[in-house]
């Protein structure tokens, strides 16, 4: 591992407006924006023809006005859809945005972006290269002189790898939902600097033991303050947050 990962902020927008606006959509990454967040998340995946796209599901049904499995549909399809009005009428016409889009959009409004990877499952091994490939590609373009500024993370250890080929100077985190027992061989085998995990699996000892290997930390879905005062406490560097009304960048997490 190189140098220690610091997060530039300690909380994190969820899929980029948490529940307060589409998610994965550029008004997602704006609204986190006005909300005062500085730091967001959103998901990759590859539409027909390999182009990254922010999309988190395989299908289209639960966000979007189309249907069927996303790579079947071309990234100029998928802009034609409405991935708005599920959530807000005041955000419909609201498209299906590709990943250059997004990464623009963070670079102009000075947010630092954790940009998971997100391969389609039924695609096996060869799609979570393909997408951990491209999504790298594209943050070296957008980030490649401020690496500290996006970070890479992924469930698929396939992904990350291909990442860590495509561009290795784009830093990269290991999710787990359950951190397995051999967390730290997983996570020096690929070079990553963090790991990311759900918070409801990590412990205050468990949380030590990873901050003094020299990993970053950050949990999700924090919504309570005083569920993240806990984290933080505990050596937990960042939390990302569905709930962006209740949690700000105030006391006690500046």
């Given at each position: 591992?190189?140098?220690?990962?610091?997060?530039?902020?300690?909380?994190?927008?969820?899929?980029?407006?948490?529940t307060l606006a589409p998610e994965n959509t550029l008004a997602a990454i704006r609204e986190g924006h006005a909300r005062g967040y500085r730091a967001v998340?959103?998901?990759?995946?590859?539409?027909?023809?390999?182009?990254?796209?922010?999309?988190?599901?395989?299908?289209?049904?639960?966000?979007?006005?189309?249907?069927?499995?996303?790579?079947?549909?071309?990234?100029?399809?998928?802009?034609?859809?409405?991935?708005?009005?599920?959530?807000?009428?005041?955000?419909?016409?609201?498209?299906?945005?590709?990943?250059?889009?997004?990464?623009?959009?963070?670079?102009?409004?000075?947010?630092?972006?954790?940009?998971?990877i997100k391969p389609y499952a039924p695609g096996g091994d060869a799609v979570a290269r393909a997408t951990g490939h491209v999504a790298a590609l594209v943050?070296?373009?957008?980030?490649?002189?401020?690496?500290?500024?996006?970070?890479?993370?992924?469930?698929?250890?396939?992904?990350?790898?291909?990442?860590?080929?495509?561009?290795?100077?784009?830093?990269?985190?290991?999710?787990?939902?359950?951190?397995?027992?051999?967390?730290?061989?997983?996570?020096?085998?690929?070079?990553?600097?963090?790991?990311?995990?759900?918070?409801?699996?990590?412990?205050?000892?468990?949380?030590?033991?990873?901050?003094?290997?020299?990993?970053?930390?950050?949990?999700?879905?924090?919504?309570?303050?005083?569920?993240?005062?806990?984290?933080?406490?505990?050596?937990?560097?960042?939390?990302?947050?569905?709930?962006?009304?209740?949690?700000?960048?105030?006391?006690?997490?500046?």
């Amino acid at each position: 591992m190189g140098a220690r990962f610091i997060y530039p902020h300690r909380l994190i927008a969820h899929r980029g407006g948490g529940t307060l606006a589409p998610e994965n959509t550029l008004a997602a990454i704006r609204e986190g924006h006005a909300r005062g967040y500085r730091a967001v998340e959103f998901d990759v995946m590859l539409a027909k023809g390999d182009v990254p796209v922010l999309m988190h599901d395989d299908t289209l049904e639960r966000t979007t006005s189309g249907r069927g499995a996303l790579p079947a549909f071309t990234a100029t399809q998928l802009a034609a859809l409405d991935a708005g009005s599920w959530k807000d009428a005041r955000f419909a016409g609201e498209p299906v945005p590709q990943f250059e889009a997004a990464a623009q959009l963070c670079v102009a409004l000075g947010m630092f972006a954790n940009v998971e990877i997100k391969p389609y499952a039924p695609g096996g091994d060869a799609v979570a290269r393909a997408t951990g490939h491209v999504a790298a590609l594209v943050s070296q373009r957008f980030w490649g002189n401020r690496a500290g500024e996006a970070l890479l993370s992924s469930f698929s250890s396939q992904a990350l790898d291909a990442a860590r080929c495509a561009a290795p100077a784009i830093p990269r985190a290991h999710l787990f939902d359950a951190i397995p027992d051999d967390w730290d061989m997983q996570l020096d085998h690929l070079d990553c600097v963090a790991l990311h995990c759900n918070a409801k699996c990590l412990t205050a000892e468990l949380a030590n033991r990873i901050k003094r290997a020299g990993y970053g930390l950050m949990c999700w879905t924090v919504n309570d303050p005083d569920e993240a005062a806990r984290l933080f406490s505990w050596g937990v560097d960042a939390v990302c947050a569905d709930r962006l009304d209740l949690l700000t960048e105030v006391a006690p997490f500046v």
